[in-house]
């Protein structure tokens, strides 16, 4: 028979809370595990809208770029007001980036902590985008949701460049046309994780003369922002004068003048 001494029973008690403590904490993080890919996410994610390419300045947003090469520095913009469902503070929502072959349907994607699944280069282009600084844009936080239960900002994305996969370049982007984008995720990888996604389209050209990747790229028409034209409003102006009528109807850059004489010519 083993006697404690009051010490050793004091240290006995203290060892069972601190294991009845650990096995609580093991037992929510299992349930966090098993409930978390399973949060209300819709199944079907939303197209949210195209993403623009843009040439970034010091202070806002510049001009759309139609084609640059792998130094080329530019922001991959969402519309005004884009937004997760949820925010990060609250909500757990993340914000992550892709680049995908085109045959590839971006609500069909999902992402690990590195980037989209499953990773890999080449004809199997899975990657996520990299700042100009070569840093993996993933797992990036939402604004604060102004109202309780609100969506999420996309905010702080850094710009991007394809400098990163240096000599590389030709191997892990082969010629072709690729989506490129942003999506908010929810959890962890599963059929439910993708909630929205901003999609543009860039088309890779392998180039020897490029630095330092070897390749090139353009931007696929409807990735940037459209020009509109307005037409201004057909303008009528009649005078009468000594019987004579005279009609003068602009419309565009075409004039029309008509002049009727009383008793019913017109020329």
């Given at each position: 028979?083993?006697?404690?001494?009051?010490?050793?029973?004091?240290?006995?008690?203290?060892?069972?809370?601190?294991?009845?403590?650990?096995?609580?904490?093991?037992?929510?993080?299992?349930?966090t595990?098993?409930?978390?890919?399973?949060?209300?996410v819709?199944?079907?994610?939303?197209?949210?809208g195209?993403?623009?390419?843009?040439?970034?300045?010091?202070?806002?947003?510049?001009?759309?770029?139609a084609?640059?090469?792998?130094?080329?520095?530019?922001?991959?913009?969402?519309?005004?007001?884009?937004?997760?469902?949820?925010?990060?503070?609250?909500?757990?929502?993340?914000v992550?980036?892709?680049?995908?072959?085109?045959?590839?349907?971006?609500a069909?994607?999902?992402f690990?902590?590195?980037?989209?699944?499953?990773?890999g280069?080449?004809?199997?282009?899975?990657?996520?985008?990299?700042?100009?600084?070569?840093?993996?844009?993933?797992?990036?936080?939402?604004?604060?949701?102004?109202?309780?239960?609100?969506?999420?900002?996309?905010?702080?994305?850094?710009?991007?460049?394809?400098?990163?996969?240096?000599?590389?370049?030709?191997?892990?982007?082969?010629?072709?046309?690729?989506?490129?984008?942003?999506?908010?995720?929810?959890?962890?990888?599963?059929?439910?994780?993708?909630?929205?996604?901003?999609?543009?389209?860039?088309?890779?050209a392998?180039?020897?003369?490029?630095?330092?990747?070897?390749?090139?790229?353009?931007?696929?028409?409807?990735?940037?922002?459209?020009?509109?034209?307005?037409?201004?409003?057909?303008?009528?102006?009649?005078?009468?004068?000594?019987?004579?009528?005279?009609?003068?109807?602009?419309?565009?850059?075409?004039?029309?003048?008509?002049?009727?004489?009383?008793?019913?010519?017109?020329?």
């Open positions: 028979m083993i006697t404690l001494t009051p010490t050793r029973r004091r240290v006995a008690r203290d060892l069972a809370r601190a294991g009845t403590v650990v096995s609580a904490a093991l037992f929510l993080v299992s349930l595990q098993a409930t978390w890919p399973n949060a209300a819709s199944a079907a994610a939303q197209n949210a195209n993403a623009q390419i843009l040439a970034p300045s010091e202070v806002t947003l510049g001009a759309p770029l084609s640059g090469g792998s130094a080329t520095v530019f922001a991959l913009t969402p519309p005004s007001g884009a937004s997760c469902t949820g925010d990060s503070t609250a909500g757990g929502y993340r992550q980036s892709y680049i995908v072959p085109a045959s590839v349907d971006p069909t994607l999902t690990g902590p590195q980037g989209p699944l499953p990773a280069t080449g004809a199997n282009l899975r990657q996520p985008l990299f700042s100009g600084a070569g840093t993996p844009i993933v797992n990036k936080t939402t604004a604060v949701a102004s109202a309780p239960g609100g969506g999420g900002l996309l905010t702080g994305m850094p710009t991007i460049s394809f400098g990163v996969f240096g000599a590389s370049g030709p191997q892990i982007i082969p010629a072709g046309t690729y989506n490129v984008g942003f999506a908010c995720t929810l959890g962890l990888a599963s059929a439910t994780q993708l909630d929205k996604y901003w999609n543009a389209q860039m088309t890779f392998v180039d020897s003369a490029d630095k330092p990747s070897g390749i090139t790229w353009t931007a696929v028409v409807g990735s940037t922002p459209a020009t509109t034209t307005t037409t201004a409003p057909a303008v009528t102006t009649t005078t009468v004068a000594s019987g004579v009528t005279t009609t003068t109807v602009k419309s565009g850059t075409a004039t029309t003048t008509t002049t009727t004489v009383a008793g019913g010519a017109t020329t």
